[in-house]
């Protein structure tokens, strides 16, 4: 059995989570942002379908991505480098997730719920959660989520209309986190795709302990805006 959270029920520990299926952790609660954020800063996650409670994973191992690790193929490099997508941070959220939510070929998609959708939205409008869009010509080609606290950038999901789209959004996310010093990107699940680019499975008592080093440094959203608009400078 897996605990239920009620109002005020604190998360328990995450090594106490359910090795089948994997990494569950508890159940119900609700999405408010302080719920939220004190999920992402112990290494917790919602996932669920609709109709389902809410479901609560700490994985393990944990795919992570460390930006001093980032691989980025030589096609796509020559993709990049010909600009084909205009790339904003922040411009347009809802877009994001909604495009997140929607239905995928061979992707898991419906996870995202609506009640999902307004919870992250809210996160974004307090500074928490950030998007990072793939434009051409005025249409959103792709593009990605995610949660930063501290120094750590949690990712939640990514889609693209066009090829490469999202791939040259994790560019240049993976650009800006080096500007504000955040070394590590949660991944969650292990895929083939982000082991392309260099996420590898760690074990959740090393990810609980990276968390520990880098959740509590002290950086504001305004922060985040700031270094978007000096990336954008550079490029």
């Known amino acids: 059995?897996?605990?239920?959270?009620?109002?005020?029920?604190?998360?328990?520990?995450?090594?106490?989570?359910?090795?089948?299926?994997?990494?569950?952790?508890?159940?119900?609660?609700?999405?408010?942002?302080?719920?939220?954020?004190?999920?992402?800063?112990?290494?917790?996650?919602p996932w669920y379908s609709e109709g389902q409670p809410i479901l609560w994973w700490s994985p393990d191992p944990r795919m992570v991505l460390y930006i001093d690790e980032f691989k980025v193929p030589r096609s796509l490099r020559k993709v990049a480098n010909?600009?084909?997508?205009e790339i904003t941070v922040d411009s347009d959220f809802a877009?994001?997730?909604?495009?997140?939510?929607?239905?995928?070929?061979?992707?898991?998609?419906?996870?995202?719920?609506?009640?999902?959708m307004h919870a992250y939205i809210d996160l974004h409008r307090l500074g928490h959660a950030h998007s990072v869009e793939a434009w051409r010509d005025g249409r959103l080609a792709g593009g990605l989520y995610g949660i930063a606290i501290g120094r750590m950038f949690f990712g939640e999901s990514m889609f693209?209309?066009?090829?490469?789209?999202?791939?040259?959004?994790?560019?240049?996310?993976?650009?800006?986190?080096e500007l504000l010093n955040m070394p590590l990107i949660d991944c969650q699940q292990e895929t083939a795709h982000l082991s392309r680019f260099g996420a590898r499975p760690i074990s959740r008592q090393v990810f609980a302990a990276e968390l520990s080093r880098l959740v509590n440094s002290p950086h504001a959203p305004s922060v985040w805006k700031a270094a978007a608009h000096s990336e954008s400078d550079r490029t």
């Open 95 to 116: 877009g994001v997730i909604g495009a997140c939510a929607g239905p995928r070929d061979g992707a898991r998609g419906t996870w995202i719920t609506s009640e999902m």
């Open 82 to 85: 010909k600009r084909p997508f």
């Open 160 to 177: 693209a209309r066009e090829p490469d789209a999202s791939k040259v959004a994790l560019m240049r996310l993976v650009s800006l986190l």
């Open 1 to 45: 059995m897996i605990p239920w959270l009620r109002a005020g029920t604190q998360f328990p520990p995450i090594a106490s989570a359910l090795d089948d299926p994997d990494g569950l952790l508890a159940a119900g609660g609700d999405l408010s942002p302080p719920r939220l954020l004190e999920a992402y800063r112990h290494g917790i996650f």
